[in-house]
């Protein structure tokens, strides 16, 4: 079965500092590895989207890291600002079957001042 | 360029009812995708559709239906609703790569709550 676990669950970090998300998979064959910022009561936004030929993706103070002979990705956030409070969330996509995509239950950060 | 409108934004059914949600995805774009977000669960896809064929299909019982307009815009219904099924509904447009390796952009969703 084709899965998607993100740690930790939560957490809370103070304003300025970093902090890194972790993604592990199990999702076969693979294709791409995707991360969203979602904002509470909106719609999840496209941070990064990696291929097996890649292992680091920026999007400004966000950089993504795909290990795929690990199957493990991480979401590093750097000098965190108030507005990255949200749910992160990890989608992993394959290429065969029905099901092409499938999604980690999200991180959610929460940025104290 | 406008985003996805998905409408209506909430929604309160009761059980037994159906319900129809409608999603007009960014211009250009032809493939139409949805998925069904829970605390519990989290994101859950739910069927993918392109030039107005399914293309791609989650595991969801047959309740669950949608389709696709000439213009790319596309709805999708729930019948004979269930508690279980209050949840975000979301939509998301991309481009003729799709779902598998295409970007999403989602729209800010369908809260339907069943009581």
């Known amino acids: 079965k084709n899965q998607v676990e993100q740690s930790p669950q939560s957490l809370i970090i103070l304003e300025g500092k970093n902090c890194t998300l972790q993604?592990?998979?199990?999702?076969?064959?693979?294709?791409?590895l995707r991360w969203y910022k979602q904002d509470t009561g909106r719609g999840p936004v496209s941070l990064t989207i990696m291929t097996f030929s890649e292992n680091t993706k920026s999007n400004g103070r966000y950089t993504a890291t795909l290990d795929a002979d690990t199957k493990q990705s991480s979401l590093h956030i750097t000098a965190s600002q108030l507005s990255d409070s949200a749910s992160y969330i990890c989608?992993?996509?394959?290429?065969?079957?029905?099901?092409?995509?499938?999604f980690g239950k999200g991180n959610q950060v929460v940025v104290i001042p | 360029k406008a985003g996805v409108t998905q409408t209506p934004r909430y929604l309160i059914k009761t059980r037994g009812q159906q319900v129809t949600l409608s999603c007009s995805p960014i211009s250009g774009h032809r493939s139409v995708s949805w998925y069904q977000q829970t605390p519990g669960q989290g994101l859950q896809f739910l069927f993918e559709y392109f030039s107005e064929t399914q293309r791609n299909k989650g595991n969801f019982p047959g309740r669950f239906s949608g389709r696709q307009f000439s213009n790319s815009r596309s709805e999708m219904n729930v019948s004979t609703l269930e508690l279980g099924d209050s949840a975000l509904y979301l939509c998301?447009?991309?481009?003729?790569?799709?779902?598998?390796?295409?970007?999403?952009?989602f729209g800010e969703g369908s809260r339907l709550t069943v009581l």
């Open positions: 993604c592990n998979y199990t999702v076969s064959p693979f294709s791409n």
């Open positions: 989608v992993v996509g394959t290429s065969s079957g029905n099901n092409r995509l499938a």
């Open positions: 998301a447009s991309s481009s003729s790569a799709g779902v598998r390796t295409g970007e999403l952009f």
